[in-house]
Every structure is written in structure tokens, then in C-alpha cells.
């Protein structure tokens, strides 16, 4: 009998070109291309064990058993995994994450990519890269770009005749080829009120919706090119008019969502002072009130040193570029 045990760590990433929408929502295929960073320090660890003598999936995320809701979206993406391996048993999960859990960061993506790699290993399935980031994909949309590292694109795959096969995440750039970090400003330790799936749905019913569908594939490319020139400058100002329109997107959806704060803005107002001072540092923002300011290693320490000055401010957490999702032999249990 295989080794029905593994365990991998995947990275966390940071969405330059924001996923954002879906157009189907069951197999997690967007609307449009999106762009991101992988981030060395934001990391989640995962056993799986494919056991005979369980009935049911058991499931421990950090301490604690997950809620409902949680807890079904880890089993679904386990029972895809079964149904490509044609197995029936059961497994126990264990997983963790190094960065504060609930801080809003973007767990659900280093989570599903470690799953995904953990439980199909353990299944006996090798995949490709690509095959993976298609699975994983299914769990949590921006897991995706989570399977490789570096600079990633993941492309959405919207002509009418396009099939699940070919909405995947690749390599546009490897973690050594632009020494950018990530300096992650941490202003709340709240879980959000609207989970970014619920954001995706809610996304359509924006008025500004379709006028931002028509902007991006343009946005991408000016986005893309300036990230293989290594021009900060290029890459930042647009990487901010992204993160503001994706606010944007969420406040004018039906009802509104609101994952603007005081806090954010008290963030992103220093940042833009920082930068008139001669700093080079721009923003970007998640589907919550934490901030990633994106700058050179050079700058990282000045910007960390920085942001921790500015009230309201909980955490620093500075990020290199993470490489792919990858096993680890030392299990969690
Ligand atoms: C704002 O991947 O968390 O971070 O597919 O429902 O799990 P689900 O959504 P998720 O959405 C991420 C949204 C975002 C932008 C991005 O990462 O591209």
C-alpha cells in the first residue's frame, strides 16, 4: 500500500491584477486574468493521512476544528481529490499557518494550495504544476496562483468554448528575478463580515462592473510588462488604481460592501507622503483593511520602520518572493 500521508507548504500571495468575479462560481473560474507576487513569510503547512479507520474527515486548522462552512469547503475539495483518485477513505487534516490566523490575511490561498498538494500526494496522484493549480483552484480561486512561485499569472479563460482545463496559474518570473518585498501592515485582527466568495458574487451587481471588465485585459498587459522591466514606478501606479477600483467594485455593489477603514486610509495617506518625500513605495489592498506596501529590498526596512510608527497599527510583517508549493517531511502529527 502507498504512503497515504503527506504534508507540503505553500505560500500566501499578493494579487497585483486583483481576481475579482466569477463567471462560473462553482468551478471558481474569474472573469479576468490576474497578476501576483508569492510571499516568503506568509506560509501554510499541511499534513494529510488517508485513513481506513476513520468514518468521517476530521479537520484541525491551527488549534481548532473549523466552522461549518469551512470545515465543508475543506471536505469538497478532499472529495474532489477521492473522486480523481477513485478513493473512498477518509483523512485527517492538520494545518498551519506561520502569520496571525484572522488577521484577514489571505490564508484561504496558501491553505487550499497546501491542501491540494498534501491530499493528492497522499492519494497516490501526480499532478503537474498545471494540473494542480486547476484543483486548487476549485478550493479557493486565488490558491491558484499559490501552486507556482515568483511572479505569477493566472489566466482566466473566458472565451465561450473555454473549458476548466484551461483556467490555471504559471510562472511569469522567477523569486530571484526582481528582489521585491511586500511590507504587510496589519490594522485589524477581525475576521471580514463578507468572505470574498460572497464578494465575487456581489461583484456583478456594481454599476461600474463591466466598464472595469473592459479596462483590465489592458491594465494586465501595462501591469505585466512593467513587473518583466522591473519598473516599480510603472508596475505601482497601477497596481494602486487596482487596489482602490477593487474597494470601488465592493462599496457601489448591491448592498454595498464595505472593507474600507479609517485605519487603511491613515496607511495608505502615509504611504503616498512617504513617496512625495522620495520613497519609493506604493500600496495595494486585499478584500480587507490591511495594507501591502510594495517597495525594493532596500527600502523594506525604512518603509517597516515606518509604517510602525503610524497609530492604529498592530503588525509588521516584511516579505520577500516565495517560491512554489512544495512537500516537507516533517509531518504535523
Ligand atoms: C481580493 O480567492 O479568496 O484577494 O475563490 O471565493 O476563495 P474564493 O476567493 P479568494 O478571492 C481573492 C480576492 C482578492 C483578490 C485576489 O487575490 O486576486
Redesign the pocket.
Known sequence: MPDRKATCCANA???F????G?RDARL?MPLND?L?MTLAELMTETTVLFDEALNEDQIVVGETEPAEAARARVVTQLDRIRAEAKLQTKARVMSRNNFPTGAGL?S??SA?AALTLAATHAAGLELSERGLSILARQ?????A?SIPGGFVEWLAATNTTSTSEQSFARVIAAPDFWDLRDVVVVVSHDEKKV???D??QAAMTSPFFSERLNRLPERFHRARRALLARDLNALGTIIEIEAVE?HFIAMTSRPPIFYWSPEMVRVIDAARAWRESGLPVYFTL??GPNVHLICEAKDAETVAGNARQIPGVLEVIPSGVGGPVHLVENHLF
Not at 17 to 20: P, Q, R, V
Not at 139 to 143: L, R
Open positions: 500571495n499578493i494579487a491584477i486583483k481576481y475579482w466569477n471558481r490576474s501576483s489571505a484561504s490561498a487550499f478550493g479557493s480561486g486565488s490558491a496562483r468572505g470574498s466568495s464578494g465575487h477593487l486585499d478584500a
